[in-house]
């Protein structure tokens, strides 16, 4: 088993931008299906954006074109990265980084993540009006 290690979360301004960042270590050429999704109070969890082992990537509709995930690989970690531009007070949650071991050729979308095995403890975004 993994852990995810996430940072990066903080306060911002609507209309501001973050920057999000997960370490995922633990594999040789990590095989991960990876991705980061958020919990507003009193709300369920939602996947945001996920990124496959091919560097396919799948956006909620609501964060789409204002958020953008990407990962860099090396030999024994992966990082994981959320850009967050055009922030509005709808973004504020707890932003949790998933992976999960998984094959090339898998098309994996934001309802997969919530079902990926490995989680980190999150990093909270809170985003004024």
């Known amino acids: 088993q993994v852990q995810p290690v996430e940072s990066g979360g903080g306060s911002a301004q609507a209309g501001g931008s973050l920057r999000l960042s997960c370490g995922v270590s633990?594999?040789?050429?990590?095989?991960?299906?990876i991705g980061w999704a958020r919990q507003a109070p009193g709300k369920e969890r939602e996947g945001v954006a996920v990124i496959d082992n091919d560097g396919r990537k799948v956006y909620a509709a609501s964060v789409k074109g204002r958020f953008t995930i990407s990962r860099v690989n090396t030999k024994n970690k992966v990082s994981l990265y959320l850009q967050m531009n055009n922030l509005a007070p709808e973004d504020t949650g707890l932003y949790s980084c998933a992976a999960k071991i998984c094959p090339h050729d898998l098309d994996v979308g934001l309802a997969d993540l919530l079902e990926f095995n490995d989680w980190g403890q999150g990093t909270q975004v809170t985003v004024s009006s």
């Open positions: 633990g594999y040789d050429y990590p095989p991960y299906c």
